[in-house]
């Protein structure tokens, strides 16, 4: 009797190459742009914290009727909000408070009343952000204006929403992870009026909501 012959199923080694060879052809030519989608990631996360931040100063300024402070700080380690923190140009951490936070951003955010002169707990925080390990290369820098490149490391927001005293007028964040500079960098924008805005440096035209 004829029995029927069954081809084992699998795949044979010249089969299996050849799948590998493929795959890491195409992994290769993936690998730039997920290491682009990655850099822009971080740029991204950070101008929204720092934006996040700035926009709760000024809208507790309105609420609270009284100048609240925005302060971009420095720690001795990106991921914890402790007493290290200094004032800095080059933060990519924030606090919201009542005043600078330098050396005392430990505290809890809160409105709980404390036995002090004036009813609160030094230094009047209201809401803080670590950079966290995803900011750690990715460089800010804080300045008066797009003229003037005196580092700003504060902006304080009075009750109407304005900007007060000497304030940082911008703010450029970028990643300096890659060699190349085909990732974006973002920036943000402060009127004298209060209003916050995130723009593309690089974006050119006139008609893009993006362009700074």
């Given at each position: 009797?004829?029995?029927?012959r069954?081809?084992?199923?699998?795949?044979?080694?010249?089969e299996?190459v050849v799948t590998?060879?493929?795959?890491?052809l195409?992994l290769?030519?993936a690998?730039?742009s997920?290491?682009?989608?990655?850099?822009n990631?971080?740029?991204?996360n950070?101008?929204?914290?720092?934006?996040?931040?700035l926009?709760?100063?000024?809208?507790?300024?309105?609420?609270?009727n009284?100048?609240?402070?925005?302060?971009l700080?420095?720690l001795?380690?990106?991921?914890?909000?402790d007493?290290?923190?200094?004032?800095?140009a080059?933060?990519?951490?924030?606090?919201?408070?009542?005043?600078?936070?330098?050396?005392?951003?430990?505290?809890?955010?809160?409105?709980?009343?404390t036995?002090s002169?004036?009813?609160?707990?030094e230094?009047?925080?209201?809401?803080?952000?670590?950079g966290?390990?995803?900011?750690?290369?990715?460089?800010v820098?804080?300045?008066?204006?797009?003229?003037?490149?005196?580092?700003?490391?504060?902006?304080?927001?009075?009750?109407?929403?304005r900007l007060?005293?000497?304030?940082?007028?911008?703010?450029?964040i970028?990643?300096?992870?890659?060699?190349d500079?085909?990732?974006?960098?973002?920036?943000?924008?402060l009127?004298?009026g209060?209003?916050?805005?995130?723009?593309?440096?690089?974006?050119?035209?006139n008609?893009?909501?993006r362009?700074?």
């Amino acid at each position: 009797m004829f029995k029927p012959r069954f081809r084992q199923g699998g795949m044979t080694l010249i089969e299996l190459v050849v799948t590998l060879a493929v795959l890491a052809l195409l992994l290769m030519a993936a690998a730039p742009s997920v290491s682009e989608w990655v850099r822009n990631t971080r740029i991204r996360n950070t101008a929204t914290s720092i934006q996040a931040g700035l926009m709760k100063a000024r809208s507790e300024a309105l609420r609270r009727n009284t100048p609240v402070v925005f302060s971009l700080v420095s720690l001795t380690d990106r991921t914890v909000m402790d007493d290290s923190c200094a004032l800095s140009a080059s933060g990519v951490s924030w606090v919201v408070s009542l005043q600078a936070p330098a050396g005392s951003c430990a505290s809890a955010a809160s409105d709980t009343k404390t036995v002090s002169d004036d009813g609160w707990a030094e230094p009047k925080i209201i809401d803080k952000q670590a950079g966290g390990a995803r900011a750690n290369t990715v460089v800010v820098t804080a300045q008066a204006s797009l003229t003037d490149t005196t580092s700003r490391s504060t902006a304080t927001f009075n009750g109407f929403g304005r900007l007060s005293g000497t304030a940082i007028g911008h703010i450029d964040i970028r990643d300096v992870s890659g060699a190349d500079s085909s990732y974006r960098s973002l920036r943000l924008v402060l009127s004298s009026g209060g209003t916050i805005r995130m723009c593309d440096p690089k974006v050119s035209a006139n008609t893009d909501p993006r362009k700074c």
